[in-house]
Nanobody, 123 residues
Framework: QVQVVESGGGLVQSGGSLRLSCVVS????????MGWFRQAPGKEREFVSR????????NYADSVKGRFTISRDGAENTVYLQMNSLKPEDTAVYYC????????????????WGQGTQVTVSS
């Protein structure tokens, strides 16, 4: 009964910005740890960023550190990914993940997923 829905993708030029949103709803009896992953054509799904269930502690992949910022709205069980200084290599489908305990950087270890939102960065 847990629903995960992300939005905010689109087409942007190199150096531009986008803000992704993800909301978790349904039978959420506790705050969820949430995070973002991405998958480019022909590649494996990879970790981008996560934020803890408690205290809002954030982690980032080295490839996006300093450019992306994750944040959460506890009241709405919502997370955001602010993406600045976008590069063509950031082009991928971005997926939101939710887990009742903690987001694992291994995508197979997380319980719930959204359907993805396309981010395309042109050169």
């Amino acid at each position: 009964q847990v629903q995960v829905v992300e939005s905010g993708g689109g087409l942007v030029q190199s150096g531009g910005s986008l803000r992704l949103s993800c909301v978790v709803s349904g039978r959420t009896f506790r705050p969820y740890a949430m995070g973002w992953f991405r998958q480019a054509p022909g590649k494996e799904r990879e970790f981008v960023s996560r934020i803890s269930r408690q205290f809002g502690i954030a982690n980032y992949a080295d490839s996006v550190k300093g450019r992306f910022t994750i944040s959460r709205d506890g009241a709405e069980n919502t997370v955001y990914l602010q993406m600045n200084s976008l590069k063509p290599e950031d082009t991928a489908v971005y997926y939101c993940a939710a887990d009742p305990v903690q987001i694992d950087t291994n995508p197979t270890k997380n319980d719930y997923w959204g359907q993805g939102t396309q981010v395309t960065v042109s050169s």
